[in-house]
């Protein structure tokens, strides 16, 4: 399948839902989360600075009067800018993927695909909705599966190497040549042909870990049958 079917494949799939894209939809909800955040921070500044008004009025025997005033407000006012200046949340770090936990690694990369979205060209964009997608079902299936197996190490080189370096390679590449390149070599395709074959290759990999696993419920369930066939004919 080449990258054109996919991306016809992506877009009819989000005609007939009719939604956001995953992982847009991630990455807003991230920035909601963020603000809501800050929000309560500064709720609970106002009220602890009133409190601390309140506190100063019955304490000092003239009040706070007016300076007292417009110092608690100065100092109400600088820790809502400090609020609001402070970074959100933290973004994920392709540095670290490498060393994550495999049972966890595919919701961080989905999380760290997330927050790279926007640099993407729109094709680029869609793909990345569905790689996230698959390593969202994809991560279930490693929660059992042995570090040491050889299918492991192919899918930690996959999502915690190859993908975030094909992405972040894009986006070392200037804005100027993103879209026609050097000598008929356009980034944005070899990006898009990139995130085709991570796709697949995903595809591919959660499909055999099923068939691993029906293959091991399929032997469990013989073994269990002739055991207890053979007791009972015993």
Same mark, same amino acid.
């Given at each position: 399948m080449n990258s054109n079917d996919v991306l016809a494949r992506a877009e009819e799939a989000l005609r007939r839902h009719g939604t956001a894209p995953r992982l847009e939809q991630r990455a807003r909800a991230a920035q909601r989360r963020s603000a809501g955040?800050?929000?309560?921070?500064?709720?609970?500044?106002? &009220?602890?600075?009133?409190? +601390?008004?309140? *506190?100063? #009025?019955? !304490?000092?025997?003239? %009040?706070?009067?007016?300076?007292?005033?417009?110092? &608690?407000s100065l100092v109400? +006012?600088?820790? *809502?800018? #400090?609020? !609001?200046?402070?970074? %959100?949340?933290?973004?994920?770090?392709?540095?670290?993927?490498p060393t994550t936990a495999l049972a966890l690694l595919p919701l961080r990369t989905e999380?760290?695909?997330?927050?790279?979205?926007?640099l993407l060209p729109a094709p680029a964009q869609r793909l990345s909705d569905g790689i996230?997608?698959?390593?969202?079902?994809?991560?279930p299936q490693l929660q059992t599966l042995d570090e040491r197996e050889p299918a492991a190490a192919e899918i930690r080189r996959l999502i915690a190497d190859e993908?975030?370096?094909?992405?972040?390679?894009?986006?070392?590449?200037?804005?100027?040549?993103?879209?026609?390149g050097i000598d008929g070599m356009a980034p944005d395709k070899q990006l898009i042909d990139g995130l085709t074959v991570v796709d697949s290759e995903l595809a591919r990999m959660s499909?055999?870990?099923?068939?691993g696993d029906l293959e091991k419920?399929?032997?469990q369930g013989k073994y269990l049958e002739l055991k207890y066939q053979g007791d009972t004919l015993g």
């Amino acid at each position: 399948m080449n990258s054109n079917d996919v991306l016809a494949r992506a877009e009819e799939a989000l005609r007939r839902h009719g939604t956001a894209p995953r992982l847009e939809q991630r990455a807003r909800a991230a920035q909601r989360r963020s603000a809501g955040r800050k929000v309560m921070r500064i709720i609970w500044a106002a &009220a602890a600075t009133l409190l +601390a008004v309140i *506190v100063a #009025g019955l !304490v000092l025997p003239t %009040g706070i009067g007016t300076t007292g005033v417009m110092i &608690a407000s100065l100092v109400f +006012a600088l820790v *809502v800018i #400090g609020i !609001v200046m402070m970074p %959100g949340q933290r973004l994920p770090d392709a540095a670290t993927l490498p060393t994550t936990a495999l049972a966890l690694l595919p919701l961080r990369t989905e999380s760290w695909l997330a927050s790279q979205r926007a640099l993407l060209p729109a094709p680029a964009q869609r793909l990345s909705d569905g790689i996230g997608l698959k390593l969202e079902a994809l991560a279930p299936q490693l929660q059992t599966l042995d570090e040491r197996e050889p299918a492991a190490a192919e899918i930690r080189r996959l999502i915690a190497d190859e993908l975030p370096e094909l992405v972040k390679g894009y986006g070392r590449v200037p804005m100027a040549l993103r879209r026609d390149g050097i000598d008929g070599m356009a980034p944005d395709k070899q990006l898009i042909d990139g995130l085709t074959v991570v796709d697949s290759e995903l595809a591919r990999m959660s499909e055999q870990l099923a068939r691993g696993d029906l293959e091991k419920l399929a032997t469990q369930g013989k073994y269990l049958e002739l055991k207890y066939q053979g007791d009972t004919l015993g």
